[in-house]
């Protein structure tokens, strides 16, 4: 039976009650309100499936300034959580959070979360050993990445949390593009322009779409990317390379029936891990 609360923490943060369990899929948000701390606690609990010590939650929450009575605060933020998830319940759950002998954990039975697949699928890549597993751990974690971790959360210790995922999510990407370029270049397409999502400012990746929509013969496709690009890269007061856009020039003057330049040669994103 899958568990009634689910927490996701790709993407902004969203705890929703599945309030019957033979409709799974039919989920009702429960997390409107909350507290920036109360929030903070998730996750990092969230990041923590096998618990964590309560020294561990102070140091990373209130690094800056720790409480006087830590076990007092923690207890406080709990009980919150406790609160604010039997109300948007209706009384039917509670103890999302366990404390016990000083470390904190939510309930695995209570609460399923997007980051315990993520990294259960990391750890059957670590572990796989054959390439067939191996491409199917890399396929679970692209799937199950759903964006930066813990979107519009600005905390020190999130940092190496949020661009680890983010790059182990790339990592995937790249793999799986890699092994797809030459039989399936339209969904190595799909790939990398779900990458693009998740690194939006990365010209290499651009260069990539742009030689695909040409051997798919998506030549209207390639001026669009460049405008993307050109969009992206003034937001942080930067624009294309030469170089890029030469590509982009080159690639739309060539006749359809050219054979387009060989993708293993020509993956940049791929051959650098950028």
Same mark, same amino acid.
């Given at each position: 039976?899958?568990?009634?609360?689910?927490?996701? @923490?790709?993407?902004?943060?969203?705890?929703?009650?599945?309030?019957?369990?033979?409709?799974?899929? =039919?989920?009702?948000?429960?997390?409107?309100?909350?507290?920036?701390?109360?929030?903070?606690?998730?996750?990092?609990?969230?990041?923590?499936?096998?618990?964590? $010590?309560?020294?561990?939650? @102070?140091?990373?929450?209130?690094?800056?300034?720790?409480?006087?009575?830590?076990?007092?605060?923690?207890?406080?933020?709990?009980?919150?959580?406790?609160?604010?998830?039997?109300?948007?319940?209706?009384?039917?759950?509670?103890?999302?959070?366990?404390?016990?002998?000083?470390?904190? =954990? %939510?309930?695995?039975?209570? @609460?399923?979360?997007?980051?315990?697949?993520?990294?259960?699928?990391?750890?059957?890549?670590?572990?796989?050993?054959?390439?067939?597993?191996?491409?199917?751990?890399?396929?679970?974690?692209?799937?199950?990445?759903?964006? $930066?971790?813990?979107?519009? !959360?600005?905390?020190?210790?999130?940092?190496?949390?949020?661009?680890?995922?983010?790059?182990?999510?790339?990592?995937?990407?790249?793999?799986?593009?890699?092994?797809? @370029?030459?039989?399936?270049?339209?969904?190595?397409?799909? !790939?990398?322009?779900?990458?693009?999502?998740?690194?939006?400012?990365?010209?290499? %990746?651009?260069?990539?779409?742009?030689?695909?929509?040409?051997?798919?013969?998506?030549?209207?496709?390639?001026?669009?990317?460049?405008?993307?690009?050109?969009?992206?890269? $003034?937001?942080?007061?930067?624009?294309?390379?030469?170089?890029?856009?030469? %590509?982009?020039?080159?690639?739309?003057? %060539?006749?359809?029936?050219?054979?387009?330049?060989?993708?293993?040669?020509?993956?940049?994103?791929? =051959?650098?891990?950028?």
């Amino acid at each position: 039976m899958a568990p009634p609360i689910v927490l996701s @923490v790709f993407g902004a943060l969203k705890l929703t009650w599945r309030s019957d369990s033979t409709c799974p899929d =039919q989920l009702t948000e429960i997390s409107g309100g909350f507290s920036r701390r109360l929030t903070e606690l998730l996750v990092f609990l969230a990041v923590h499936p096998d618990g964590v $010590s309560r020294d561990a939650v @102070v140091d990373a929450l209130w690094a800056e300034h720790p409480p006087r009575d830590p076990a007092s605060v923690l207890r406080t933020v709990v009980s919150r959580i406790r609160r604010a998830v039997e109300s948007g319940t209706g009384g039917a759950v509670s103890e999302i959070v366990l404390a016990e002998r000083g470390r904190y =954990q %939510l309930a695995p039975g209570l @609460v399923d979360v997007d980051y315990w697949t993520f990294s259960a699928a990391m750890t059957r890549r670590r572990t796989a050993i054959t390439d067939r597993a191996r491409i199917a751990a890399y396929e679970a974690i692209a799937a199950a990445y759903g964006g $930066s971790l813990a979107d519009g !959360l600005d905390a020190d210790w999130l940092l190496a949390v949020r661009e680890a995922t983010r790059r182990d999510a790339l990592d995937a990407i790249t793999v799986l593009a890699r092994a797809r @370029v030459h039989d399936d270049p339209s969904s190595t397409l799909d !790939l990398l322009e779900t990458a693009r999502a998740f690194d939006p400012y990365n010209e290499l %990746l651009y260069r990539d779409i742009m030689r695909l929509e040409h051997t798919l013969g998506r030549h209207d496709a390639i001026s669009r990317t460049l405008a993307l690009l050109e969009t992206r890269l $003034s937001e942080i007061d930067a624009t294309p390379t030469p170089a890029t856009i030469d %590509l982009a020039v080159r690639l739309r003057e %060539l006749h359809t029936d050219i054979t387009a330049p060989s993708l293993s040669h020509s993956m940049e994103y791929d =051959q650098r891990g950028e």
